[in-house]
């Protein structure tokens, strides 16, 4: 009987799994409910999100996912667990390969962390392998990673962002900065508390985020429900974009430079290349309006976009996954 394999993305907001054969079967956020001392899980994913700041006492919703390294094994271990069953349904799934992105630049112990929710997890795989995200990025963008001699990938996830270059299918450099799409709700939170003396949870932070954050000016507005923290009592506001835009433009610019940085660096070969090809820009946070023009106004290297951002290196791992002769080339086996 052949073995089942499968490669997941613990991405810090949305984890994604590809299952060989069938394509990403599973994408759910990164968020787990517990209950008692035990903190036995009782939802995953998006139901436990919608409990997320509504939640009574006796239950902890938790982000077991911290700026790309894991923040709480246990957590994390117990969502890993939850999701098998949509994985196997009632039969224990054992054995089967698992192909795991992690980010290039952490510590081998961070990396390690990885592993250890499915092999200290209920399925009992047969062997783990590592994949370094910008790689599984790189083959889930259909780019030709053995041969080109220049690929320069900005994921922008949830709370970091990862500059890479690869060249004939290696990776060059790769620089992992601090922020990312959560930096903007924490602003926004921070904002409407100082000018407005208004409350909001991070639920409405990320739905304004969604509606108003840009890399260009707007004249956007979307009315916001909260807390008056004067009158103690629920209110509304209305927010514009171009009120937003001075909070977060900041990130922009330091993506943007650490690009330059990075491209600076390279031998004058790989930064043709680049400069030919173009930045690829992926990850859940890349959806930002405006971005890709933003970057390529400030790099002078056109910023390209595409509709898979989110899912590209589960696609790329799923690729891998296909062709076992080739992953083995980048992947890492722990078990």
Known sequence: MSQKTYGIDFGTSTIKVYKKGQGIILLERTVVSTVGSEKRPVAIGEQAYEMFE?????IHVSFPLSHGVIADM????????????????RRKLKGGNFYLAVPADITKVEKHAYSRIISEGECKPKHIFLIDKPVADAYGLGLDVERSQGILIVNIGADTTEISILSFGGIVVTKLLPYGGNYFDSQIISYMRKQYNFIIGRRTAEAVKKALVSAQPSDEQIKITGRDIVKGLPGEVWMSSNEIY?????????????VQSVVERMPPEIAQEITYNGIYLTGASSWIKGLDIFITDETDIKANTTQDAQISVAKGLGFLA????????YASQLK
């Open 246 to 258: 001075p909070l977060v433009s900041d990130m922009f610019h330091i993506i943007s430079v650490a």
């Open 54 to 58: 509504k939640e009574p006492p006796s």
């Open 74 to 89: 246990h957590d994390m271990t117990a969502l890993w667990n939850f999701m098998l069953s949509a994985l196997s349904g």
């Open 322 to 329: 296909e062709r076992p002769k080739l992953a083995a080339v």
